[in-house]
């Protein structure tokens, strides 16, 4: 089970941390992931990390304002929000799974368990 936390109403180029808090004794298996979306559009990608620290995957759009780590001995994910722009509000969804290869972590079809959402509203 994971559980997310952290979201909330930020102005325009302020932080947030997000938190995706998991059960059980296998998280540190499974690759960790962060999607996020809008009502009536796409499901998107957002950040991933491998179930070895160390090894992120982040989309072009959050690339030098995101980043994500992980605590596998917290059984934690967390996703650090910089310079936040309007365009990234969302509900944002951690999730967990065993992508096949690099490109997999993009794909939201690569993660089995998945938490509900963290609403995150960027004023302008």
């Known amino acids: 089970q994971l559980q997310a936390s952290g979201g909330g109403l930020v102005q325009t180029g302020g932080s947030l941390t997000l938190s995706c808090a998991a059960s059980?004794?296998?998280?540190?298996?499974?690759?960790a992931g962060w999607f996020r979306q809008l009502p009536g559009k796409e499901r998107e990608f957002v950040a991933a990390?491998?179930?070895?620290?160390?090894?992120?995957f982040l989309s072009d759009s959050v690339k030098g304002r995101f980043s994500i780590t992980r605590d596998n001995s917290d059984n934690t994910v967390y996703l650090q929000m910089n310079k936040l722009k309007p365009e990234d509000t969302a509900i944002y969804y951690c999730?967990?799974?065993?992508?096949?290869?690099?490109?997999?972590?993009?794909?939201?079809?690569?993660?089995?368990?998945w938490g509900k959402g963290t609403q995150v509203t960027v004023s302008s």
């Open positions: 999730a967990a799974g065993n992508p096949s290869g690099p490109n997999q972590y993009y794909s939201g079809n690569s993660y089995y368990y």
């Open positions: 059980g004794r296998t998280f540190s298996t499974y690759a």
């Open positions: 990390a491998r179930a070895s620290v160390g090894v992120a």
